[in-house]
Antibody, heavy 119, light 110 residues
Framework: QVTLRESGPALVKPTQTLTLTCTFSGFSLSTSGMCVSWIRQPPGKALEWLARIDWDDDKYYSTSLKTRLTISKDTSKNQVVLTMTNMDPVDTATYYC???????????WGQGTLVTVSS | QSALTQPASVSGSPGQSITISCTGT?????????VCWYQRHPDKAPKLIIY???NRPSGVSSRFSGSKSGNTASLTISGLQTEDEADYYC??????????FGTGTKVAVL
């Protein structure tokens, strides 16, 4: 059974760095073709893809946010970590991690974690 | 890279069919066979309902179907049911190996 769970702070201050962890089970990120992405959804707005890390450690970032994002993985712990620097109130959103397989679609999602940016 | 364009809302009566469009460019929808659709009910995680333009994951109702023509993909919901009331998002794998989502469509069952 595939599961993903996001964890991290619910509240961060402007200019701080956000660190989110995705802990997953039911698959291995060392298996060829497996990938994990981070996606967010601000309140009342659309989904926005942020970043992806592949089984071979290739990394991809949203063009508009790539200077602020870093994605990494710890295969032994079944975790993927996303850091986002210089947080701003517009970054307030529910952040999801999701699995992508060779079908290049997100077939399993975590429940999401709401991050509020406020002083 | 701008989001794919979807209508803000689409509505229909129970039993009717509705279609949601998703317009991109030749760098994403037009140039990709990896277009998918997600259904999102309030306070729930998105659920994959169509992948690779036309394919349904196991367990997804056959009332959902996908297609593509040029830079525009479409999701059709046949035999509309009250449980189909949700937000729907398209997404495309791009030439640069990233993913881009659509602006989202709210489906109302009247």
């Amino acid at each position: 059974q595939v599961t993903l769970r996001e964890s991290g702070p619910a509240l961060v201050k402007p200019t701080q760095t956000l660190t989110l962890t995705c802990t997953f089970s039911g698959f291995s990120l060392s298996t060829s073709g497996m990938c994990v992405s981070w996606i967010r959804q601000p309140p009342g707005k659309a989904l926005e893809w942020l970043a992806r890390i592949d089984w071979d450690d290739d990394k991809y970032y949203s063009t508009s946010l790539k200077t602020r994002l870093t994605i990494s993985k710890d295969t032994s712990k079944n975790q993927v970590v996303l850091t986002m620097t210089n947080m701003d109130p517009v970054d307030t959103a529910t952040y999801y991690c999701a699995r992508m397989t060779p079908i290049t679609a997100f077939d399993y999602w975590g429940q999401g974690t709401l991050v509020t940016v406020s002083s | 890279q701008s989001a794919l364009t979807q209508p803000a809302s689409v509505s229909g009566s129970p039993g009717q069919s509705i279609t949601i469009s998703c317009t991109g460019t030749s760098s994403d929808v037009g140039g990709s066979n990896s277009v998918c659709w997600y259904q999102r009910h309030p306070d729930k995680a998105p659920k994959l309902i169509i992948y690779d333009v036309t394919n349904r994951p196991s367990g997804v109702s056959s009332r959902f179907s996908g297609s593509k023509s040029g830079n525009t993909a479409s999701l059709t919901i046949s035999g509309l049911q009250t449980e189909d009331e949700a937000d729907y998002y398209c997404a495309s794998y791009t030439a640069s190996r990233t993913t881009i989502f659509g602006t989202g469509t709210k489906v109302a069952v009247l």
